[in-house]
């Protein structure tokens, strides 16, 4: 594209040189991935500064830089006040504005989100859409799966990433809002139809000051959620209505709202449940009408999950019976709530939960299931919010007979520094064990387990590794679980 072309995206800048002349093959914000005729835009993060790189991105082949100071380079330069926000537009702007040819679908929320975007994708399926997932566990379109690095990923790699989804034929898309994305501007232009809030709960304190900071940035994805009003393109705030939350950001959004409960008077609820350890029941209750539904999926934090995906299908105009074949066929999410079944003659189950309301969540369903014991097998990540430990191992002990604290993704931190953070607060005579070896944790707790226990292991769910320091080793719990049982059975 011709550079003045592309940055028309942008009202106000300074440059060095005629644009009008340069034609750019592609946009790049890392200086190690230039190629001949690319545009390299330098941001400030939080490691390190793209300015710092230019020389490189020159020797490349950079084109032309764009940069947030003044700076020396061998080829055009154009200064903006904020790089980040420039990426966001120019990356729209190149591949030329493909989510307002998408149906899409942001979900923001501490807990579920992953979980949404997969039975939203069932629902979608059924109702013969070509969908595409981005988010946590991997980036999918239609069949084909691309690994990630963020559950969000950076602006142009998301504008990128749309285009190729339309290229492809997709005509839904479901993608998890991270609040780091929204503080960051990763989803700035996104052309969102529907919002949808899950829940917010204490996480990434490291990153965001306090609750209400959190809340801020989640309220951002209300905020842009369109801002002219069309008969023909209606835009839809999904709120959870049962959390703190939903006041707030039902008054961050001018579109419509559509609020989804279990407590309070929603307008999509969920009644008469019941809760089994083969799965859940409930009479869903929408705007167009009632319909009984039955899931494999188990717990009440999954009946929220199903109302806030029904909530978001009904405003697709997905019909209640597409709805119910659909939620009866998912069997579950990779790594959450997944069983290890190696003919053992008691559960293990493998989930994500490394937050403290997840992990209460699960533990909840887990203990009114279990004929027996309950351990649980937890740590807390490296590098991540401090704070959480000592909530996360309180929990771990109101709820089982017998826990092992372990290590998650202990990243730069030592390990048993982590652990330490969870366990000084605690009673020394508590059912607890401290093993910082996670296989070794494992097979400890299905060495010990007998008929009727269940093994709840929390934290990593799909995660096929373990990081330690900046390498990740392969490790993967229900690999580990699998293999413990089978040395117990010999
Ligand atoms: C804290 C954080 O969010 N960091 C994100 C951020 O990285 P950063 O600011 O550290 O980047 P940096 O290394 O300082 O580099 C700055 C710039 O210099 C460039 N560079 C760098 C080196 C070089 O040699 N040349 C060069 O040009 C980089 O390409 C970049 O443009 O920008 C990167 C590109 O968008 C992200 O991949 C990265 O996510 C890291 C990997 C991360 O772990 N993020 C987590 C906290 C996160 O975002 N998590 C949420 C999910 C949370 C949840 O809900 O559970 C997510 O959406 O993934
Ligand atoms: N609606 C919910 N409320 C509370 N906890 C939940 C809910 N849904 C799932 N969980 C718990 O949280 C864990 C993570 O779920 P999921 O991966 O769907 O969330 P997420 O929001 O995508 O997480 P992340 O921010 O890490 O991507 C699950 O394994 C389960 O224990
Ligand atoms: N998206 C979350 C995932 C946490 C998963 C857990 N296994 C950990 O490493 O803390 C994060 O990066 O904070
Ligand atoms: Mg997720």
Redesign the pocket.
């Known amino acids: 594209m011709n550079l003045a072309e592309l940055i028309s995206a942008l009202p106000f800048y300074e440059t060095n040189a005629r644009l009008d002349q340069i034609e750019i093959s592609n946009i790049?914000?890392?200086?190690?991935?230039?190629k001949p005729g690319n545009l390299?835009?330098?941001?400030?993060?939080?490691?390190?500064?793209?300015h710092?790189?230019i020389v490189?991105?020159v020797q490349n082949g950079a084109q032309a830089i764009i940069a947030e100071r003044p700076v020396e380079a061998e080829v055009p330069t154009i200064v903006v006040p904020d790089t980040q926000r420039a990426l966001s537009m120019i990356a729209v702007k190149f591949y030329h504005n493909p989510s307002t040819k998408l149906p899409l679908i942001g979900i923001t929320g501490?807990n579920g989100?992953t979980t949404v975007t997969y039975i939203l994708e069932k629902i979608f399926n059924e109702f013969k859409r070509k969908t595409a997932v981005i988010g946590?566990i991997q980036m999918k379109i239609g069949s084909e799966t691309y690994p990630?690095?963020?559950?969000?990923?950076?602006?142009l790699?998301l504008q990128q990433s749309f285009k190729k989804m339309l290229d492809k034929g997709v005509n839904q898309v479901m993608m998890?809002?991270?609040?780091?994305?929204l503080v960051?501007g990763?989803v700035y232009g996104c052309d969102y139809d529907i919002a949808i809030f899950t829940n917010l709960s204490q996480?990434?304190l490291d990153?965001h000051k306090d609750l209400d900071d959190y809340l801020r940035a989640k309220s951002l994805l209300f905020a842009q959620l369109g801002n002219t009003y069309s008969e023909e393109n209606q835009k839809y705030a999904v709120i959870n209505q049962d959390d703190d939350a939903s006041t707030l950001l039902k008054s961050s959004t001018a579109q419509h709202v559509i609020t989804y409960g279990v407590k309070h008077a929603s307008q999509v609820m969920a009644n008469n449940i019941t809760l089994g350890s083969g799965g859940t029941t409930f009479q869903l209750q929408t705007p167009i009408g009632e319909i009984m539904i039955q899931s494999k999926l188990i717990g009440m934090f999954n009946v929220y999950n199903m109302l806030a995906a029904s909530a978001a299908a009904v405003c697709s105009n997905v019909p209640l019976s597409v709805i119910q074949a659909a939620l009866a066929k998912i069997s579950g999410v990779d790594g959450r709530f997944e069983p290890v079944d190696a003919g053992q003659s008691f559960a293990v189950i493998v989930d994500y939960a490394?937050t403290p309301d997840s992990l209460d969540n699960v533990l909840q369903t887990v203990k009114e299931f279990a004929e027996n014991n309950v351990f649980v097998i937890v740590g807390c990540g490296g590098?991540?919010d401090r704070s959480k430990r000592p909530i996360m191992a309180e929990i771990a002990l109101k709820y089982a007979d017998q826990a092992i604290f372990t290590s998650d993704n202990p990243r730069t931190e030592n390990p048993q520094a982590i652990l330490d953070d969870m366990t000084n607060g605690l009673h020394q005579d508590e059912n607890y064990q401290v093993i910082v070896d996670r296989k070794e944790a494992i097979h400890v707790a299905v060495s010990q387990a007998k008929a009727g226990d269940v093994i709840l292991i929390a934290g990593k769910g799909h995660e096929t590794y373990q990081q330690v320091g900046n390498t990740k080793y392969d490790f993967d719990d229900r690999e580990v679980a699998k293999e413990a049982i089978q040395i117990k059975e010999k």
Do not use: W
Request: glycine share 4%; net charge negative.
């Open positions: 790049v914000m890392d200086s190690r991935a230039v390299f835009v330098c941001i400030n993060g939080y490691t390190v500064d793209g710092d790189f490189q991105a501490t989100k946590t990630v690095t963020n559950t969000t990923p950076d602006a790699l998890e809002v991270s609040s780091h994305a960051q990763r996480d990434h990153f490394h590098d991540r």
